[in-house]
């Protein structure tokens, strides 16, 4: 299944699936250490095919130069004009269903 997968995914060709940051709006308030939530516009590029998506996005400062941002997200392969791949005549079905699931810790330089 897996080599079927990536077939599918035209791994070869688009070795990356890319997700682009595009504009992002707060939607409530921001306090060092508490919890906002953000609405996120993002370019999500799989294999090949780029739609835009809106993410709702818990964001954290943690310090003053690092934040957290934690956000799932369900979307499925035939939005990107994929079928999802089968095996043994169809008794092995991949769901058309993706989750993204993002917990990423993100440190700020400050320019010189």
Do not use: C
């Not at 043994?88 to 320019?111: F, S």
């Amino acid at each position: 299944m897996n080599k079927d997968m990536y077939k599918t995914l035209k791994g070869d060709e688009y070795p990356e699936i890319r997700i682009e940051l595009l504009q992002v709006k707060q939607l409530s308030e921001s306090k060092p250490g508490a919890w906002s939530i953000q609405l996120v516009e993002a370019a999500l590029t799989i294999a090949g095919v780029r739609k835009t998506i809106e993410l709702s996005v818990r964001a954290q400062q943690t310090d003053p130069d690092r934040f957290h941002f934690v956000s799932d997200k369900n979307i499925l392969m035939t939005e990107f004009g994929l079928t999802p791949p089968k095996a043994l005549m169809g008794t092995i079905k991949v769901n058309d269903l993706i989750r993204i699931h993002m917990d990423m810790v993100v440190g700020v330089e400050m320019g010189m």
